[in-house]
T-cell receptor, first 116, second 115 residues
Framework: DSGVTQTPKHLITATGQRVTLRCSPR?????VYWYQQSLDQGLQFLIQ???????AKGNILERFSAQQFPDLHSELNLSSLELGDSALYFC???????????????FGPGTRLTVL | AQKITQTQPGMFVQEKEAVTLDCTYD???????LFWYKQPSSGEMIFLIY??????QNATEGRYSLNFQKARKSANLVISASQLGDSAMYFC????????????FGTGTRLQVFP
């Protein structure tokens, strides 16, 4: 158990809908990262938050947004869903201190999103 | 641009034998970190081992060791005494930029351990 929790574990929805994925980082971790794992794109970085502020953006679609709350949990919002958004969405957390050896990222169990 | 390459889509190894999973990387940043993660069929990503670009010695964590050859830009994972439970996907990743700490991943290698 990495200490990172994600809910829900599975999500099945229809095209055009909007969903929210939730992540609670490990205790003490200030950074949260979101990754998408799909068959065609592999594992891709989406976005990072550090202590409530957006720090980095990857290949995140405009239909997707995220935020990190004062209690450090994070939510990833996916809207106007398309079939191609079906994927495993991971949240990871780390201490968030740049360049530090102990800044390894620990991954949650993932949310498997299926868009029908 | 930074890149991670895993050229072995699949590997087989007999139980109790050692196996090496290949990873090469490309970066112009002198300071970087390399990681290996295991993804069993259940889907979670399990951190295995880390190697910093300035580390003088190869990293080891139990049965896992990292064969780091900086000049060749390779960071191969060695699993000793393979167990059936080692069957999984293995991903090599690089911490791309110390400003963000985001990881870029290779395409993975599926390891199957047989009795």
């Amino acid at each position: 158990d990495s200490g990172v929790t994600q809910t829900p574990k599975h999500l099945i929805t229809a095209t055009g809908q909007r969903v929210t994925l939730r992540c609670s980082p490990r205790s003490g971790d200030l950074s949260v990262y979101w990754y998408q794992q799909s068959l065609d794109q592999g594992l891709q970085f989406l976005i990072q938050y550090y202590n409530g502020e957006e720090r980095a953006k990857g290949n995140i679609l405009e239909r997707f947004s995220a935020q990190q709350f004062p209690d450090l949990h994070s939510e990833l919002n996916l809207s106007s869903l398309e079939l191609g958004d079906s994927a495993l969405y991971f949240c990871a957390s780390s201490v968030g201190l740049q360049g530090r050896r102990d800044n390894e990222q620990f991954f949650g169990p993932g949310t498997r999103l299926t868009v029908l | 641009a930074q890149k991670i390459t895993q050229t072995q889509p699949g590997m087989f190894v007999q139980e109790k034998e050692a196996v090496t999973l290949d990873c090469t990387y490309d970066t112009s940043d002198p300071s970087y970190g390399l990681f290996w993660y295991k993804q069993p069929s259940s889907g979670e990503m399990i951190f295995l081992i880390y190697q910093g670009s300035y580390d003088q010695q190869n990293a080891t964590e139990g049965r896992y060791s990292l064969n780091f050859q900086k000049a060749r830009k390779s960071a191969n994972l060695v699993i000793s005494a393979s167990q059936l439970g080692d069957s999984a996907m293995y991903f090599c990743a690089m911490r791309e930029d110390y400003n963000t700490d985001k990881l870029i991943f290779g395409t993975g290698t599926r390891l199957q351990v047989f009795p």
